[in-house]
T-cell receptor, first 115, second 110 residues
């Protein structure tokens, strides 16, 4: 158990809909990262938050947004969903400074299926 | 554009033998490299890392080798154990952004 929790574990929705994925980092971790893993693809970095502020942005679509709240949990919002958004979404958290090369601890993921 | 590639989707090894997992990257600016292990229905777990100033890092049965000129890294597991059966992802990057390969599924046969 990494200490990172993600809810829900599974989500089935329809095209055009909007969903919110939730992540609680390990106790004390200030950084949260979001990744997408599509079928036969590696983990694609989406975005990082550190202590409530956006720190780094990867291949995140404009239809997707994220935020980190004062209690450090994070939410990833996916809107106008398309079939291709079906994937496993992972959240990870890391240590105290949000800096480079900190070990990231991954949650179990949320499996999203868009029908 | 895949900046990190793991060209072998799967690998089978006998228990007790060496497992060698390979990874190639394209960006010469990458200066930190990691391996993660993933079991089904779980998130990836950090295994071992190496910075670009080194060419080898060991942690118990796991050794990572880095060849910067070839932009290649490998993970050696010796001796392989059935519990090592999992998907292994390599990652490379710099700063806060890392790029992951597509993974190699390792099966260790008892």
């Amino acid at each position: 158990d990494s200490g990172v929790t993600q809810t829900p574990k599974h989500l089935i929705t329809a095209t055009g809909q909007r969903v919110t994925l939730r992540c609680s980092p390990r106790s004390g971790d200030l950084s949260v990262y979001w990744y997408q893993q599509s079928l036969d693809q590696g983990l694609q970095f989406l975005i990082q938050y550190y202590n409530g502020e956006e720190r780094a942005k990867g291949n995140i679509l404009e239809r997707f947004s994220a935020q980190q709240f004062p209690d450090l949990h994070s939410e990833l919002n996916l809107s106008s969903l398309e079939l291709g958004d079906s994937a496993l979404y992972f959240c990870a958290s890391s240590g105290y400074s949000g800096g480079a090369y900190e070990t990231q601890y991954f949650g179990p993921g949320t499996r999203l299926l868009v029908l | 554009d895949q900046q990190v590639k793991q060209n072998s989707p799967s690998l089978s090894v006998q228990e007790g033998r060496i497992s060698i997992l390979n990874c190639d990257y394209t960006n010469s600016m990458f200066d930190y490299f990691l391996w993660y292990k993933k079991y089904p229905a779980e998130g990836p777990t950090f295994l071992i890392s190496i910075s670009s100033i080194k060419d080898k890092n060991e942690d118990g049965r796991f050794t990572v080798f880095l060849n910067k000129s070839a932009k290649h890294l490998s993970l050696h597991i010796v001796p392989s154990q059935p519990g090592d059966s999992a998907v292994y992802f390599c990652a490379a990057g710099t700063g806060n952004q890392f790029y992951f390969g597509t993974g190699t599924s390792l099966t260790v046969i008892p």
